[in-house]
């Protein structure tokens, strides 16, 4: 197979979470949120942003926490955060630190996870 068509294929799923229809699972909502981290200025280390994974917490419909890996056994734990959909903060709460650090990040991932779960709550 030519690189070009692997690439093409492997771009298109890449994208297929950001991409589902209303009927999306909950699942999906999360890429919303894990790249509205891996966007933010939370202080990665050991690994690269596109590498890390988020493994939700808890969830309880008005904030979600998660810890950031980098492996899929959850193993290799970067730090923690916590995210309110409603005033759209995002805050480092990393054991180390003496009290949470609000974080930025792209909107435009926090617009995406919103609408995810306002269509997901409608269907």
């Not at 309880?60 to 916590?82: H, P, R, S, Y």
């Not at 309110?84 to 630190?97: G, Q």
């Amino acid at each position: 197979m030519n690189r070009f068509f692997i690439r093409s294929v492997l771009s298109v799923l890449l994208l297929l979470p950001f991409a589902m229809p209303a009927s999306a699972s909950e699942v999906s909502c999360y890429g919303y949120l894990t790249e509205l981290v891996r966007s933010s200025n939370f202080p990665f280390q050991y690994v690269g942003k596109d590498k890390v994974n988020l493994l939700i917490d808890e969830d309880d419909g008005e904030m979600v926490c998660a810890q950031l890996f980098f492996d899929t056994n959850g193993t290799g734990t970067i730090g923690w955060v916590k995210y309110t959909p409603a005033t759209r903060i995002l805050l480092n709460t990393s054991a180390e630190l003496d009290e949470p650090v609000a974080l930025s990040f792209d909107a435009r991932f926090a617009d995406g996870y919103a609408k995810c779960l306002t269509e997901k709550q409608a269907g």
